[in-house]
């Protein structure tokens, strides 16, 4: 046994021994063929170095054995010193991990079929065909499963006997192609006892992942990877790879746009320019079979932040996803901000100003507020004056958001009568970015207020879009509706269909949980009928004594017919404001709007239905905050904060009004109204600058400000202390992008053009969708500094690099754009990539699938664990350790004990043995039972006579046995003479108790 371990050799993942019936031999290499042998086992340590304690305590048992004080006899010595290093062995190989493998034939293969756009909807279906056809070859025991994959992977059908494709569930994302998760995926998800393999069927163009580092596991694993090559079938393809082009240019310098182009064949096409979204030029280009470039000189006079696209219109093309190409470049120049005014004609006072300090300032209206986050960048600072948070989509507001928080850019909102609050800026992206609040702590001087919410729950209020419906989102106004309150406000919801229900019943917002938990289980069904919701809501507040009372009415349909005007008529004469929103066209604008008119409300029209918290907000706050605050008052001015130095505010003049707000706790408020409201307060947001000035810049709230001195110096410091940092950085920034990673990589110098070394440097990044990433660029070698980041969503990503050392900080924006999924540029089969996938795991590349059931198939390696059964036989062996060393038993009476038992053990075995014959007749049973009575009272008399004690003589000093003197007949009857019967009373008593008792009654001590 000691051979054993002799042998063993490091093999797999563990130790391993080939165990040879009279022999051991070392397992055959894989790289030379096994040899016959009979009987071979293989035996696996899977902790081998518990083996190397095996000799040295083997010799210490066998030390302390021999110098035990024990006297044992030879044959017991022995069996101890052997029952002990048993045990000890197998303990041992417990400890390492015993293992015993054996090979089986049975395979268990998983198809991994490639359905990203590349394969398209014709090579797909081809693949799983293939798949299904070669399923019919499996033998019995075998296994197959389906995994389908793109940009993420997933299992289609599990491994079983049999397979079924004629529909697939599983949906991928199929923009990109990640052939090393469906890897990594089919090795997790193999069973044991089969031979494992991997059957790849894709045009190998990966574009996310590393498949060739994921097969090293597979090989590590043996488990072979076959593939089968889907070739590309497109017909004449042209396609934009991408566009080159300046990260920063200077004005008026000229510099090449280049793009690259790629066709499949000779053929003419024409590329057309775009800038900033407007056409700028075209040029007809000959393109040949591989790559061309196309150069374009272009000059930027405006400073700022520009995009380019270019569109290819090819003679002969398949795909039009892949025709389009985008890139960036930076103009540096005069600070240039986006001034967004609410009120048309009221641009010029502060455009004027800005002018004045040097500023140039793009003046919109709402509808000019850029739409993408590429177009945020040609400015350095965005102003909102009097906006209406209704003008602004969310989207727009979260590119705003982390235009400042991530990429430095500053924002001013200046007041008025819908801005702020009044504006419906509670709860936005926008007021996240302001040093203000939108909601105010409502002085116990304010009237009373008693809302009530109709809301229309009819079945066209369950359609909606991304996950929600319109009635989700109306709860969800209702619920900000209720937060907006005090607690010395009433508030109550009305829902109606066919007819009116109550939700919340008009009480005070004390509970604020509870009314949203109500107002929550509002469940969109049935018709549309308005009137009998208004005049409950009449019902309710007329009844109710709080001094401002409003209704807002919320539906999307045509209501059915009602005596509208006499509901209008009632509301008005219980004091009643009606405001009215309609969402959708098809809800009758008409009578909303008439409604809204009659009830001296207000009317809203959406087609968003993600408006709808807005403008409830909005309508809460105007009807139970008076936020509007129009008196004229002289603002109390801190003259020493950063922002206001320099400004003789000794002669300013009267402001005419603003909106009331609250101060975030890290904002400065250098300056208030009497009343302690914040008028102009700000602060850093992120890497951004943010201001609010809660009054007016026009002639309304400031006209007094107009003529003052000091209102082109006000406007210009404020304005420039939120402007991006724009000092030159002095260094460049280029951003790659390659298998769905984006690299960043940053060359820094300092003013003398050497290399600048141990720097701080960050990257902020924002995606297509305004989630940011912090980065920090770790320094790669002199003046180099990388990082990187995901970049798989299409569309444009912004970067901001920023650098910190003794001199202070400097940033430089850039950005880059996916124009297309890139299944969409790899036109050809990747015969390299899929030939080394099968080459480095020992696979082939096969033309059809079912060659991996039908030839060359491999047997598997299946290991047993064993260690448990020879712990337990090692724990059965200590107490037949103990009984050999403390029970003392000689062999006569081991053998005497043997014999005992063999009677009983053939009695036993005689019992289970079947009855040979049939039973006897009843005859036949009595003479049996005769015949087993008599031989039975003949042995009784045997044994009762050979207990008879033979008398013994001494002659000679010496015990002898004298022969039993002879009976006379008489005497011989006597002694047969069967005994009295017992009494019954003494049945049950022990014989030795029945002695004693006729012992005294023969004495006469104990009466019969």
Same mark, same amino acid.
């Given at each position: 046994?000691?051979l054993?371990?002799?042998?063993a050799?490091p093999?797999?993942?563990?130790?391993?021994?080939?165990?040879?019936?009279?022999?051991l031999s070392r397992?055959p290499s894989?790289r030379?063929?096994?040899?016959?042998?009979r009987c071979v086992?293989?035996?696996t340590?899977?902790?081998?170095?518990?083996?190397?304690?095996?000799?040295?305590?083997?010799?210490?048992?066998?030390?302390?054995h021999?110098?035990?004080?024990?006297c044992?006899?030879?044959?017991?010595w022995?069996v101890a010193l052997?029952?002990?290093?048993?045990?000890?062995?197998?303990?041992?190989?417990?400890?390492?991990?015993?293992?015993?493998?054996?090979?089986?034939?049975?395979?268990?293969?998983?198809?991994?079929?490639?359905?990203?756009?590349?394969?398209?909807?014709?090579?797909?279906?081809?693949?799983?065909?293939?798949?299904? @056809? =070669? +399923?019919k070859?499996?033998?019995?025991g075998?296994?197959?499963?389906?995994?389908?994959? #793109? /940009?993420d $992977? &997933?299992? !289609?059908?599990?491994l079983?006997?049999?397979l079924?494709?004629?529909?697939?569930?599983?949906?991928?994302?199929?923009?990109?192609?990640?052939?090393?998760?469906?890897?990594r995926?089919?090795?997790a998800?193999?069973?044991?006892?089969?031979?494992?393999?991997?059957?790849?069927?894709?045009?190998?163009?990966e574009?996310l992942g590393?498949?060739?580092?994921e097969?090293?596991? @597979? =090989? +590590?694993?043996?488990?072979?990877?076959?593939?089968?090559?889907?070739e590309?079938t497109? #017909? /004449?393809? $042209? &396609?934009? !790879?991408?566009?080159?082009?300046?990260?920063?240019?200077?004005?008026?310098e000229?510099?090449?746009?280049?793009?690259?182009?790629?066709?499949?064949?000779?053929?003419?096409a024409?590329?057309?320019?775009?800038?900033?979204?407007?056409?700028?030029?075209?040029?007809?280009?000959?393109?040949s079979?591989?790559?061309?470039?196309?150069?374009?000189?272009?000059?930027?006079?405006?400073?700022?932040?520009?995009?380019?696209?270019?569109?290819?219109?090819?003679?002969?093309?398949?795909?039009?996803?892949?025709?389009?190409?985008?890139?960036f470049?930076?103009v540096?120049?005069?600070?240039?901000v986006?001034?967004?005014?609410?009120?048309?004609?009221?641009?010029?006072?502060?455009?004027?100003?800005?002018?004045?300090?040097?500023?140039?300032?793009d003046?919109?209206?709402?509808?000019?507020?850029?739409?993408?986050?590429?177009?945020?960048q040609?400015?350095?600072?965005?102003v909102?004056?009097?906006?209406s948070?209704?003008?602004?989509?969310?989207?727009q507001m979260?590119?705003?958001?982390?235009n400042?928080?991530?990429?430095?850019?500053?924002?001013?909102?200046i007041g008025?009568d819908e801005?702020?609050g009044?504006?419906?800026?509670?709860?936005?992206?926008?007021?996240?970015?302001?040093?203000?609040?939108?909601?105010?702590?409502?002085?116990?001087?304010?009237?009373?207020?008693a809302?009530?919410?109709v809301?229309?729950?009819?079945?066209?209020?369950a359609?909606g879009?991304?996950?929600?419906?319109k009635?989700d989102l109306?709860?969800?106004?209702?619920?900000?509706?209720?937060?907006v309150?005090?607690?010395?406000?009433?508030?109550?919801v009305?829902?109606?269909?066919?007819?009116?229900?109550e939700?919340?019943?008009?009480?005070?917002?004390?509970n604020?949980?509870?009314?949203?938990d109500?107002?929550?289980?509002i469940?969109?069904?049935?018709?549309?009928?308005l009137?009998?919701?208004?005049?409950?809501?009449?019902?309710w507040?007329k009844?109710?004594?709080?001094?401002?009372?409003?209704?807002?009415?919320?539906?999307?349909?045509?209501?059915?017919?009602?005596?509208f005007?006499?509901?209008?008529?009632?509301?008005?004469?219980a004091?009643?404001?009606l405001?009215?929103?309609?969402?959708?066209?098809?809800a009758d604008?008409?009578?909303l709007?008439?409604?809204?008119?009659?009830?001296?409300?207000?009317?809203?029209?959406?087609d968003d239905?993600w408006?709808?918290?807005?403008?409830?907000?909005?309508?809460?706050?105007?009807?139970?905050?008076?936020?509007?605050?129009?008196?004229p008052?002289?603002?109390?001015?801190?003259?020493?904060?950063?922002?206001?130095?320099?400004?003789?505010?000794?002669?300013?003049?009267p402001?005419?009004?603003y909106?009331?707000?609250?101060?975030k706790?890290l904002?400065?408020?250098?300056?208030?109204?009497?009343?302690?409201d914040?008028?102009?307060?700000?602060?850093?947001?992120g890497?951004?600058?943010?201001?609010?000035?809660?009054?007016d810049?026009?002639a309304?709230?400031?006209?007094?400000?107009?003529?003052?001195?000091?209102?082109?110096?006000?406007?210009?410091?404020?304005?420039r202390?939120t402007?991006?940092r724009s000092?030159?950085a002095?260094?460049?920034?280029?951003v790659?992008?390659?298998?769905?990673r984006?690299r960043?990589?940053v060359?820094?110098?300092d003013?003398?053009?050497?290399?600048?070394?141990?720097?701080?440097?960050?990257?902020?990044?924002?995606?297509?969708d305004m989630v940011?990433q912090s980065l920090?660029?770790?320094?790669?070698?002199?003046?180099?500094?990388?990082?990187?980041?995901?970049a798989?969503?299409?569309?444009?990503y912004?970067?901001?690099?920023?650098?910190?050392?003794?001199?202070?900080t400097?940033?430089?924006?850039?950005?880059?754009?996916?124009?297309?999924?890139?299944?969409?540029?790899?036109?050809?089969?990747?015969?390299?990539?899929?030939t080394r996938?099968?080459?480095?795991?020992?696979?082939r590349?096969l033309?059809?699938?079912?060659?991996?059931?039908?030839?060359?198939?491999?047997?598997?390696?299946?290991?047993?664990?064993?260690?448990?059964?020879l712990?337990?036989a090692?724990?059965?062996l200590?107490?037949?350790?103990?009984?050999?060393r403390?029970?003392?038993?000689?062999p006569?009476?081991?053998?005497?004990?043997?014999?005992?038992r063999?009677?009983?053990?053939r009695?036993?075995v005689?019992?289970?043995?079947?009855?040979?014959?049939?039973?006897?007749?009843?005859?036949?049973?009595?003479?049996?039972?005769?015949?087993?009575?008599?031989?039975?009272?003949?042995k009784?008399?045997?044994?009762?006579?050979?207990?008879v004690?033979?008398?013994?003589?001494?002659?000679g000093g010496?015990?002898?046995?004298?022969?039993?003197?002879?009976?006379?007949?008489?005497?011989?009857?006597?002694r047969?003479t069967p005994?009295?019967?017992?009494?019954?009373?003494?049945?049950?008593v022990?014989p030795?108790?029945?002695?004693?008792?006729?012992?005294?009654?023969?004495?006469?001590?104990?009466?019969?």
């Open positions: 046994m000691a054993l371990f002799l042998a050799v093999w797999y993942n563990g130790v391993s021994a080939v165990l040879t019936i009279g022999r397992h894989p030379r063929p096994a040899r016959r042998e086992v293989p035996i340590f899977q902790h081998w170095p518990w083996l190397l304690l095996l000799p040295p305590l083997a010799a210490w048992l066998v030390g302390v021999r110098r035990s004080l024990a044992l006899d030879p044959w017991r022995r052997g029952v002990r290093l048993a045990g000890t062995m197998l303990l041992i190989l417990a400890l390492a991990g015993t293992t015993l493998v054996h090979w089986s034939d049975a395979q268990a293969v998983w198809f991994l079929v490639d359905h990203s756009d590349s394969m398209g909807p014709e090579h797909r279906r081809h693949a799983l065909d293939q798949v299904t @056809a =070669a +399923a070859k499996m033998r019995p075998d296994q197959a499963g389906v995994i389908l994959f #793109g /940009a $992977a &997933l299992i !289609e059908a599990p079983a006997d049999a079924s494709l004629n529909q697939t569930a599983s949906t991928p994302v199929t923009t990109y192609t990640d052939l090393a998760r469906a890897l995926l089919a090795l998800a193999f069973p044991d006892r089969y031979a494992r393999r991997i059957v790849l069927l894709s045009d190998g163009n574009n590393n498949a060739l580092e097969v090293a596991l @597979a =090989a +590590a694993q043996g488990v072979p990877v076959d593939v089968v090559p889907i590309q497109r #017909g /004449a393809e $042209a &396609l934009l !790879e991408r566009m080159v082009l300046p990260n920063e240019v200077k004005i008026g000229p510099f090449e746009l280049r793009v690259v182009a790629s066709s499949q064949t000779a053929q003419e024409t590329l057309r320019l775009f800038r900033n979204h407007a056409y700028i030029g075209a040029q007809q280009v000959s393109l079979p591989g790559k061309n470039v196309v150069v374009f000189v272009q000059n930027l006079e405006k400073p700022g932040f520009h995009t380019y696209e270019a569109r290819l219109e090819p003679r002969d093309d398949t795909l039009s996803e892949n025709n389009r190409a985008l890139g470049s930076l540096r120049g005069r600070p240039r986006l001034y967004v005014e609410g009120d048309p004609g009221q641009e010029k006072y502060l455009a004027a100003a800005l002018r004045s300090q040097q500023i140039d300032a003046v919109v209206n709402t509808t000019g507020i850029p739409r993408n986050l590429a177009e945020f040609s400015y350095d600072s965005i909102f004056s009097n906006v948070a209704l003008h602004v989509s969310a989207e979260k590119m705003i958001q982390s400042v928080r991530d990429l430095g850019q500053g924002f001013v909102m008025g801005s702020f009044a504006g419906g800026y509670y709860r936005t992206p926008i007021e996240e970015l302001l040093p203000v609040d939108m909601d105010i702590i409502k002085p116990q001087e304010w009237p009373s207020t809302v009530v919410c809301i229309d729950k009819s079945g066209s209020m359609d879009g991304m996950g929600f419906s009635v109306a709860k969800e106004a209702a619920i900000a509706t209720v937060e309150l005090d607690e010395h406000d009433d508030f109550g009305i829902a109606f269909d066919q007819a009116a229900k939700v919340v019943s008009l009480q005070r917002v004390r604020q949980k509870a009314i949203q109500r107002i929550a289980s469940v969109a069904d049935g018709g549309t009928s009137y009998p919701a208004l005049m409950m809501a009449h019902e507040l009844k109710n004594n709080a001094r401002v009372k409003h209704c807002i009415v919320l539906t999307d349909g045509m209501s059915l017919p009602g005596d005007k006499h509901a209008v008529q009632a509301l008005n004469a004091g009643v404001t405001s009215t929103v309609a969402v959708g066209q098809d604008l008409q009578l709007e008439g409604l809204a008119r009659g009830g001296g409300g207000r009317f809203y029209y959406t239905p408006m709808l918290p807005r403008i409830f907000t909005k309508e809460a706050f105007l009807v139970a905050k008076s936020l509007i605050v129009e008196e008052f002289v603002p109390r001015v801190d003259s020493s904060a950063e922002v206001l130095r320099g400004i003789d505010w000794s002669s300013r003049p402001l005419l009004g909106v009331a707000t609250s101060p706790a904002a400065a408020v250098p300056m208030r109204s009497p009343r302690g914040p008028l102009f307060a700000y602060w850093r947001y890497l951004g600058r943010t201001i609010a000035f809660t009054s810049c026009k309304r709230w400031g006209a007094h400000w107009l003529t003052w001195p000091g209102y082109q110096r006000f406007w210009g410091q404020a304005i202390w402007l991006r000092a030159r002095h260094f460049q920034t280029h790659e992008v390659e298998h769905g984006g960043i990589r060359d820094a110098l003013e003398k053009g050497e290399f600048a070394n141990f720097l701080e440097v960050r990257a902020n990044v924002v995606r297509p940011a920090v660029l770790p320094q790669s070698g002199p003046g180099r500094y990388e990082g990187e980041f995901d798989t969503a299409i569309g444009t912004m970067v901001n690099i920023t650098r910190s050392d003794q001199s202070g400097a940033s430089q924006t850039t950005g880059f754009a996916i124009s297309y999924p890139p299944e969409y540029q790899d036109l050809k089969t990747n015969h390299f990539l899929l996938l099968a080459e480095r795991t020992g696979g590349v033309s059809d699938p079912a060659d991996v059931f039908t030839k060359e198939r491999r047997r598997a390696r299946v290991p047993v664990e064993i260690w448990p059964a712990l337990l090692a724990l059965l200590f107490p037949l350790d103990v009984a050999v403390r029970v003392q038993m000689e006569a009476e081991i053998r005497a004990w043997a014999r005992t063999a009677p009983w053990l009695s036993r005689a019992r289970r043995k079947p009855e040979a014959v049939e039973r006897p007749e009843t005859m036949g049973r009595l003479l049996e039972r005769k015949s087993r009575v008599a031989t039975a009272q003949r009784t008399q045997v044994e009762g006579e050979a207990r004690v033979s008398p013994r003589v001494l002659s010496a015990e002898q046995e004298t022969a039993p003197p002879v009976e006379s007949e008489p005497a011989r009857s006597a047969q005994e009295p019967p017992v009494p019954e009373a003494e049945a049950h022990r030795t108790e029945r002695l004693l008792r006729a012992k005294r009654r023969a004495r006469g001590e104990d009466p019969p």
